[in-house]
């Protein structure tokens, strides 16, 4: 089984199909799905905001699960192993792979939602170096939403941000999937979290992430009543709401990240102020096999709270998108082949996380 997005737009549902993804060829391997995160991306992809987006497609880059088969060229990966996807695959041969920035690989042609049918199905065929491996031991839900939450806020903190222990970190959309990954990964590294989110009612749960302030905002006035002075490091996970607002809580020689772009409005610059004020500003996305490496041995050492809004059978796609839309989560929602219907939840009722 599979869902296809037919054309761009809201106006049709996700369409449900029968069959399962071809063999392999090549250096694909065969991945029998386990699990599924529908992730705001997925929403920018629907909207038709790539234009180089192939459809019909199967959306879905947050999929984790076991390979069944592999291609004739393959050196990675053996039957059996569990793995879970990465945004697309990288060439490995370039300078960017040479490197050790697979994610900046300029031949990589497969990205999983875009131009290659992703994880909303029950197996998947993707190139070997889509893939990274994930303990046999890991919720499936939590390890299907690692990469994209805790592997984008990792490498955003740790590359863009340079963060080292006793900085202090902004993070912006606290209650996200990333914003909720960025503040337990921040802490972890030493760091002191001040964290914004839109609603009173997620204060509660960005504090038991570990934030020692949380602020409610929702007009992008924020960096005016900082708690504790400006941040040596801003992670923006929401877009053109809050970016301004958390330039301009940046301590001078701050260095600002942006990984949200959840509206598509566009921004304006004060370049006389970021010039003045000696600010970076960095774009940062996925992560690489290393650094998952990373993410899953910090996981190993302190276990993440991994929140799972909800868990959906594979035909509630639409719902969860539309869900997903809606906005005001408590982490992220999942969908799970084989989940049915009457097993699943009547609402999107939070699951609660251990605490970090």
Not at 222 to 239: E, I, N, S, W
Not at 342 to 348: R, T
Request: glycine share 12%; hydrophobic share 45%.
């Amino acid at each position: 089984m599979r869902i296809r997005l037919q054309a761009p737009g809201w106006d049709r549902d996700l369409a449900v199909e029968a069959g399962d993804a071809p063999a392999p060829s090549g250096r694909q391997v065969t991945v029998a799905i386990e699990a599924c995160g529908v992730c705001h991306r997925d929403l920018i992809d629907r909207a038709g905001r790539f234009p180089f987006m192939q459809v019909p497609i199967t959306p879905g880059h947050e999929a984790v699960g076991r390979i069944t088969a592999v291609g004739p060229d393959v050196t990675l990966w053996r039957v059996g192993d569990r793995v879970a996807s990465m945004h697309r695959d990288s060439c490995g041969a370039c300078p960017a792979c040479e490197a050790g920035e697979t994610s900046l690989c300029l031949r990589a042609a497969a990205v999983l939602g875009l131009l290659v049918d992703g994880g909303y199905a029950t197996t998947m065929t993707v190139p070997e170096r889509a893939l990274y491996r994930v303990p046999d031991d890991l919720d499936a839900a939590q390890a299907a939403v690692l990469h994209c939450t805790f592997g984008t806020a990792y490498r955003g903190l740790t590359r863009g941000g340079r963060l080292a222990p006793g900085m202090r970190v902004l993070v912006t959309g606290g209650n996200g999937g990333v914003g909720a990954a960025a503040i337990q990964i921040a802490t972890r590294l030493g760091a002191t979290v001040i964290a914004q989110v839109r609603r009173a009612d997620h204060v509660a749960m960005v504090e038991g992430l570990g934030a020692t302030a949380v602020i409610v905002d929702a007009d992008g006035r924020f960096h005016k009543r900082l708690p504790g002075g400006l941040v040596d490091v801003a992670l923006d996970c929401v877009g053109a709401p809050t970016f301004n607002a958390a330039l301009r809580s940046l301590n001078v020689g701050g260095r600002m990240v942006a990984i949200g772009n959840v509206v598509e409005e566009r921004v304006e610059l004060n370049l006389g102020w970021i010039i003045t004020r000696g600010v970076q500003i960095t774009g940062s996305s996925g992560a690489t096999a290393e650094e998952m490496a990373a993410v899953v041995a910090l996981h190993a050492a302190r276990p993440f709270a991994l929140p799972i809004h909800a868990r959906l059978p594979l035909t509630d796609a639409d719902r969860a998108q539309r869900l997903v839309a809606a906005g005001n989560l408590a982490g992220r929602i999942v969908l799970v082949p084989g989940l049915a219907a009457a097993d699943a939840p009547a609402g999107a009722a939070p699951e609660p996380g251990a605490r970090p």
